[in-house]
């Protein structure tokens, strides 16, 4: 498997309204196995998309979002 990062999240469902943290793993980073949040600086920078397009599934309503 090897080294990864994690970015942690809360996110609101866009269906239910209800508010959950998530967490996805990473290796774009020094997978250093370090916990990051929304709002952290990661030092040193990288230059590049910063953007996960992540699908999430709400297990109480099912939907995918």
């Known amino acids: 498997m090897g080294m990864f990062d994690t970015i942690v999240a809360e996110l609101e469902c866009p269906d239910c309204k209800q508010t959950k943290e998530r967490e996805i793993q990473t290796k774009r980073g020094e997978c250093m196995m370090e916990t990051y949040y ?3 600086t990661i030092e040193p920078f990288y230059f590049g998309d910063y ?5 999430w599934k709400d297990r109480t309503t099912e939907i995918f979002w």
């Open 38 to 40: 929304v709002g952290d």
């Open 51 to 55: 953007w996960f397009d992540e699908e």
